[in-house]
């Protein structure tokens, strides 16, 4: 096993002598004494893997050959600030944050500055730097986006604008549909990619809440053997091994081999969590201009003991809950959850993509994916019961154990001139199948009653009869795409895109009886958009979007419980610039409207149905990238007005929507001084104005801000790179709602949940390139 892993292993820093022509590398031969430290090196990695720990990072150089990989960071070795030419320095010793194209869906790849729509990106060397543990964490450096917790935080629906996201429809990855309701893992991705707003022409249906497109790492062409090992308080390691490279003739298969191990006490006394990841992710290039992707991956999350959900409201008079959201407590504070009540996850991803480019102007990819998600959700609700605090505690064992979803795309990407006009020609399909799992007994179990400034810590119960599962609904969605971008001249390009989708919404009783069903056939999203480019460096534009998203599905006190209503239709107005200070600093800003139909069940007639509106105005601006050799920053500042209006209900009309602050900043800076190489400090800032927490907008979450403040140095012991990183998050330790989530949009008798935020954590790596 040592020599095995060992010759795995030393694709390392004496194999490092840069890719030849065609895309292979020069592998010097090892001397007999870097061999016997590659033994002991495996020999280490395998104890550090088996006792369950470390975190990870990337190592990619653009191939030459490999023409049809996505563009990727440089994240091996190379020259960088403070490094001499031809020095090999650790990954990331420079946060950069430099993002120039991202994936459009069926646009294919396009620079972020000449694209219409409100796109950022969080790269990698943030994500490693600021020693991201989840996506979930990741996306709070964004600032138009939010994450809304359901049974914690591992298990929400991101979303942006201050629009609720859905299941599927607003999550992808590598631009295909997966569960978003479920742990995602972050090691195994090289950056995220997020469209702000409406979608549907590009996607199809979907809520106007964004696109969130998680990017898997690729096989890298410099070997690549990368270990770390993390700790974060109180008491939690994590391991683990990132390793890369290529083989055969002239490179043509390469594999990316990430493997992950946490474990340990979390912030709570007698809390727990236990992850562990495996994925594998292979190229294979049949020739120089055609590439098979192939991607699988097994994330494991058990999480328990931390503080449950709080949920109130519901009713202006309490309907027998608290009609206010009270102050944040004590997140650390024993009996806000309960020892062995949380989540215990399990996603099963398969991908595959055939990439074919025909020449310099027309290229083709196929996909398809395969998502298994069991959810073990067994979380606590803290039920407020009145306006003191008091409440009552339950162990939930209703919400829905198992998604499954086979998702796909094909899009043909071309470009011509016509009458002397360029066309950027797109035509393609993409769509999804996702089948939804039911307990036949859906279980709530009372655990005790306390107040939350006594919270109690109540003997554990036994896992009730849950009869087992059985298929309650399915959703299909398939559409097709056309768009065109025609620029007149350099300055001038119109740009418009339009899907045709078929969708089918069908629910099923548990003796496998179609209960309802709704089916819409050649439903049409379209977009347009027009571009003015003054110069190289600024890109203005105006685009209009329309799209469709599915209806919701009838709640069960409603007299029509389980109809499924019609699609939605959400319209969104958007007016931006983006102006490149530099090749490594772009700034975006936009302003926009965009309205949603409401659902809800009419107090009145106890029926569900479309009544009313939400209309947010909002106006962006975000930065990213290098302000100087020194500093680089990413982030930037959102306003809303998000507003329920139309509701029927004088108390509920024109409020604020739950949860969405009116003003959010997030910024996350890294600065690197030139005098001192390898040195590098980190800082973050999360500022949240007060969020309405109730419908009637007679409660209020008051305003919160957190700082991160990190040091980093990288160095070389016996020749090996390696890089130390310390932080701390939430510095002053500052008690806040993390998430508040609405009941019901129009404040009937459905109760709001919130959550708490993560207190003040430390977190210490070291990571060892080899």
Request: glycine residues 12%; charged residues 15%; neutral net charge.
């Amino acid at each position: 096993m040592c020599i095995a892993l060992g010759t795995t292993l030393m694709t390392c820093s004496a194999f490092r002598s840069g890719p030849v022509a065609g895309g292979s590398s020069t592998q010097a031969c090892p001397s007999g004494r870097s061999l016997r430290q590659a033994c002991l090196v495996g020999i280490s990695l395998t104890t550090l893997m088996i006792g369950g720990g470390a975190a990870l990072a990337q190592a990619t150089r653009p191939s030459s050959a490999s023409t049809m990989l996505p563009e990727l960071d440089v994240t091996g070795v190379g020259t960088g600030v403070g490094a001499s030419a031809g020095d090999t320095i650790p990954y990331a010793s420079e946060g950069r944050y430099e993002a120039r194209s991202a994936d459009v869906g069926p646009l294919g790849r396009r620079a972020i500055k000449d694209t219409p729509y409100s796109i950022a990106v969080i790269p990698q060397d943030l994500i490693v730097n600021n020693q991201v543990r989840t996506v979930n964490d990741a996306l709070r450096y964004l600032p138009s986006v939010q994450v809304e917790s359901r049974q914690g935080f591992d298990v929400s629906r991101p979303q942006s604008r201050g629009f609720e996201g859905s299941v599927v429809q607003n999550t992808r990855l590598d631009g295909l549909n997966i569960i978003g309701t479920t742990a995602i893992p972050i090691d195994n991705l090289q950056r995220i990619e997020v469209l702000n707003g409406l979608a549907g022409a590009l996607y199809g249906p979907a809520a106007p809440a964004g696109v969130f497109n998680y990017v898997l790492k690729r096989p890298t062409d410099v070997p690549l053997a990368r270990a770390i090992i993390a700790y974060d308080s109180p008491g939690i390691i994590t391991s683990a091994a990132d390793v890369g490279g290529r083989f055969g003739q002239d490179g043509a298969i390469g594999y990316r081999i990430n493997v992950v191990k946490g474990v340990g006490e979390s912030y709570v006394q007698d809390s727990f969590l236990d992850r562990s990841l495996i994925s594998g992710a292979f190229d294979i290039h049949f020739d120089p201009d055609t590439v098979l992707e192939l991607n699988a991956s097994r994330y494991s999350f058990n999480q328990a003991g931390l503080p449950g959900g709080f949920t109130y409201g519901g009713g202006l008079y309490g309907n027998g809950r608290s009609t206010i959201l009270p102050p944040a407590v004590d997140p650390t504070r024993a009996g806000y959850g309960q020892p062995g009540a949380g989540v215990n996850l399990t996603t099963e991803t398969g991908l595959a993509k055939l990439k074919h480019r025909f020449n310099e102007d027309w290229d083709l990819v196929i996909g398809g994916l395969y998502q298994n998600a069991d959810r073990g959700l067994y979380g606590i609700t803290n039920a407020l019961t009145n306006d003191a605090g008091a409440y009552s505690a339950t162990k939930n064992f209703t919400q829905v154990p198992r998604f499954t979803i086979g998702s796909n795309l094909a899009y043909l990407n071309g470009h011509f001139d016509l009458f002397g006009m360029r066309n950027d020609l797109t035509i393609g399909t993409n769509g999804f199948s996702n089948d939804q799992y039911l307990y036949r007994n859906s279980i709530v179990t009372t655990l005790g009653s306390a107040s939350i400034a006594n919270p109690v810590v109540f003997p554990q119960k036994g896992l009730p009869a849950n009869g087992g599962q059985y298929r309650s609904a399915n959703v299909f969605q398939q559409s097709l795409i056309t768009g065109d971008t025609l620029h007149f001249n350099e300055q001038w390009a119109v740009q418009g895109v339009l899907s045709t989708t078929w969708l089918t919404s069908t629910n099923y009783s548990s003796r496998g009886a179609i209960t309802s069903t709704d089916t819409r056939n050649a439903a049409l999203s379209p977009t347009a958009s027009l571009i003015y480019t003054p110069t190289r460096q600024l890109t203005t534009y105006f685009t209009f979007a329309d799209s469709l998203q599915q209806g919701d599905v009838a709640t069960a006190d409603a007299s029509n419980a389980n109809t499924i209503l019609a699609p939605y239709r959400s319209r969104q107005y958007e007016v931006g610039a983006k102006y490149a200070v530099s090749e490594a600093l772009l700034i975006t800003l936009d302003g926009f409207r965009i309205t949603r139909p409401l659902a809800f069940t009419n107090p009145a007639t106890r029926i569900f149905e479309v009544q009313g509106t939400q209309r947010n105005f909002g106006i962006e601006l975000f930065a990213s990238g290098a302000v100087s050799p020194e500093l680089s920053l990413l982030g930037g500042v959102t306003w809303l007005d998000p507003r329920l209006t139309g509701t029927g209900n004088v108390l509920t009309n024109n409020t604020l929507v739950v949860g969405v602050p009116r003003w959010r900043t997030a910024v996350a800076v890294d600065y690197h001084p030139l005098p001192v190489p390898g040195l590098g400090l980190t800082g973050a800032l999360q500022y949240v104005t007060k969020r309405a927490a109730t419908n009637y907008n007679n409660s209020y979450a008051a305003a919160y801000a957190t700082v991160d403040l990190g040091v980093r140095y990288s160095t070389k012991a016996l020749g090996t790179p390696m890089t130390f990183r310390f932080q701390v998050l939430n510095v002053s330790d500052t008690h806040y709602w993390g998430s508040i989530a609405p009941g019901n949009i129009n404040g009937g008798s459905g109760a709001d949940t919130a959550y708490l935020g993560t207190p003040r954590t430390f977190q210490l790596s070291m990571e060892v390139d080899l």
